[in-house]
């Protein structure tokens, strides 16, 4: 079944970025999500990265405790490491997407290889689903991943839509219309599989209502974007923006689909 409520998931890693570029305490991430909160958002991404080049430990537990005061879900990305691991299981969080991680990179770069580690993700991500978080894989639009992350026991995946904006923002719109549909296509696929899908990397107000338009998502993750789009018009004006392109995008989908 699919659904004409598309939530919205607003990431505060980058808050946490120019925070750390000077250190102290401003800008406060729990802030930020308390902003999001009130300006439409259905919960909040934290990444917390191995280097913790943004997000921190502190970071996780004032999150935990302000989203659980605000009934917000906390969904906790993380890299599949026995670290990550422990420290989802001590908080709990509402949902844990798994993401390839490399020190290296400045941000993921690409999905998550599910289907060369089958037994070892499914391994890791029985004691998360015995813990209660909803789990998610991140990965590329591609049957042969979401396949693999159905069998491994994950309900949920996520659609990394990186490809398709940065096609976008380089003019390529031939072939950001080929990635478009063959977003479109794995979305039908997963769905069909009994997955929940979600989506999200690059997307902006020139990006997202394509996407948003695919009605098998339930959900987007957009974060670096809206951050960037703060320094101009406030952080409570671009996630409404962001909320009122997306839901606009989505009631115009479903016009056209009853139509």
């Known amino acids: 079944m699919t659904s004409d409520r598309l939530r919205l998931g607003v990431n505060i890693d980058h808050v946490a970025t120019i925070r750390n570029a000077r250190g102290g305490a401003h800008p406060c991430p729990v802030r930020a999500a308390r902003a999001a909160a009130a300006a439409g958002a259905d919960g909040i991404t934290a990444h917390l990265r191995e280097d913790r080049r943004h997000i921190t430990d502190a970071d996780i537990e004032r999150l935990t405790e302000a989203l659980g005061e605000l009934g917000l879900p906390l969904n906790f990305e993380m890299a599949a490491t026995p670290e990550m691991q422990a420290i989802a299981l001590r908080h709990r969080p509402h949902a844990v997407c798994l993401v390839p991680e490399r020190r290296e990179e400045r941000t993921t770069e690409g999905g998550l290889e599910v289907a060369r580690e089958e037994n070892r993700l ?44 940065d096609l976008h923002h380089e003019g390529r719109f031939e072939e950001r219309d080929a990635e478009c549909a063959r977003l479109a ?24 209502g394509p996407v948003a338009a695919f009605p098998e998502v339930r959900e987007l993750n957009i974060g670096h974007y809206l951050v960037g789009e703060a320094i101009f018009s406030g952080l409570d004006s671009a996630i409404r923006r962001m909320r009122e392109t997306m839901d606009r995008a ?7 689909g009853a139509a």
């Open 122 to 165: 499914a391994h890791f991500i029985a004691p998360l689903r015995e813990a209660g978080c909803r789990v998610s894989i991140f990965i590329a639009a591609d049957e042969r991943q979401i396949e693999a992350a159905h069998r491994i026991g994950a309900p949920v995946v996520e659609l990394h839509t990186g490809a398709y904006c």
């Open 185 to 208: 296509r794995c979305a039908t696929f997963a769905h069909g599989l009994g997955l929940e899908v979600h989506a999200g990397h690059g997307l902006t107000y020139d990006t997202v």
């Open 250 to 256: 989505r009631r115009a989908a479903l016009g056209a």
